[in-house]
């Protein structure tokens, strides 16, 4: 995704502050972090994954108008999102809330990333079994999503190393024979 990712959603967070919207449906970073792990698994159907953002909730809506910009920018982001797997930086720092030190919140991010390992638990097997570590590294934010000493923190470096993992987890996913699991490791 590219820089401007803060600006898009524009609609769905405008929706989410009218307060309609499902009491427990994601945020912009879990939502990022949910398509990322979807488009590396493959396809799955819209009503399936949308049906995750409302946390199976069924969300209410203005008119047909609001109902379609939001439904579109979800649309949008997931497309985006698709077309950014397997990129440098499939996790740009922009995607996710800035801390007052410079470091950014992970937590949401990656609890989303897991939400869609759940949704669509069989591509991940090979990942669980030949790239344990590439997932721990990535998901180690969730982890701390409610301590209120760490709250999911990562720095720039910390970033680069989750990016890092996120290439080799996308490979393993894309079935690449030369990815293996000490590469992984030696990476």
Not at 34 to 42: C, N, V
Not at 137 to 146: G, K, P, Q, T
Not at 159 to 170: G, M, P, S, T, Y
Request: proline share 5%.
């Amino acid at each position: 995704m590219s820089d401007d990712t803060p600006r898009q959603l524009e609609w769905f967070k405008a929706y989410v502050a009218s307060g309609r919207a499902p009491r427990w449906t994601m945020a912009p970073a879990d939502i990022h972090g949910f398509l990322t792990a979807l488009a590396m698994a493959g396809p799955i159907l819209e009503e399936n994954w949308t049906d995750w953002v409302w946390s199976g909730e069924q969300p209410v809506f203005a008119s047909d108008d609001e109902e379609w910009n939001v439904l579109s920018d979800l649309l949008a982001c997931e497309e985006q999102v698709r077309r950014n797997v397997g990129a440098y930086r499939m996790l740009p720092a922009a995607v996710l809330p800035q801390a007052a030190d410079g470091r950014f919140m992970a937590a949401d991010w990656a609890d989303g990333f897991l939400q869609a390992i759940e949704a669509n638990p069989s591509p991940w097997k090979s990942v669980s079994e030949n790239a344990a570590e590439s997932l721990a590294i990535v998901l180690a934010a969730c982890h701390d999503n409610h301590d209120g000493d760490y709250q999911g923190l990562v720095g720039l470096d910390e970033l680069d190393e989750i990016n890092l993992h996120l290439r080799l987890i996308c490979r393993l996913m894309q079935q690449e024979p030369e990815l293996t699991s000490s590469e992984l490791q030696a990476a």
